[in-house]
């Protein structure tokens, strides 16, 4: 899958600005509206936000070292996915406003953490990083530079990929912290 570069950054911060919003929105609720549970099994909102905040632990420091390791990589045209790289972002992607139920890593599952607010300012600290991270990325080859992933250290994706995989991978669980608030009364 080729895509136009700048138009894909483009495309993965607008997504992040709309997810933004919508986590704004969220902080407005209580406490209690924000722990709410629709079942034993679902995550509440601050789950949601705390398992992304989790994967945005490992790939924040790993998108910037790796821009900045091969900042002599310039930026090209187009993004050329990798098969691996976009298998992943394309299991994230949410369609048609249905999710693909997944089961989690361990050390990634929020599930009956005590979460307070403070995990909404966390989130909404590394949004901005991540929007900051792909307006570098405008300055560097989306192709060419590799980033880990947190499945196995001895497998690489794509620059790009990676930031397709962490971007649709926030609009979902954003998306699902969207649907799990208490009612509102």
Not at 148 to 167: H, M
Not at 169 to 181: F, G, M, S, Y
Request: proline fraction near 2%; aromatic fraction near 8%.
């Amino acid at each position: 899958m080729v895509f136009n570069s700048a138009q894909l950054i483009d495309d993965l911060q607008s997504r992040l600005e709309r997810t933004t919003v919508i986590v704004k929105k969220l902080q407005q609720l209580s406490e209690a509206q924000l722990n709410f549970k629709k079942s034993a099994e679902s995550w509440s909102v601050l789950e949601c936000l705390e398992h992304l905040n989790l994967y945005g632990d490992f790939y924040l420091p790993e998108l910037e070292s790796q821009m900045l390791k091969n900042s002599h990589k310039l930026a090209q045209p187009t993004f050329k996915s990798g098969v691996i790289g976009n298998y992943f972002a394309k299991m994230m992607l949410v369609k048609e406003g249905k999710m693909t139920k997944m089961k989690t890593f361990k050390d990634k599952d929020p599930a009956n953490s005590d979460l307070k607010t403070t995990t909404i300012d966390r989130f909404l600290k590394q949004q901005e990083k991540m929007i900051w991270l792909l307006e570098q990325a405008r300055k560097v080859d989306l192709t060419s530079v590799t980033i880990g992933i947190t499945l196995t250290r001895f497998l690489r994706i794509r620059l790009g990929d990676g930031f397709r995989f962490n971007v649709y991978h926030i609009e979902r669980h954003v998306l699902q912290a969207e649907k799990a608030h208490a009612p509102l009364s």
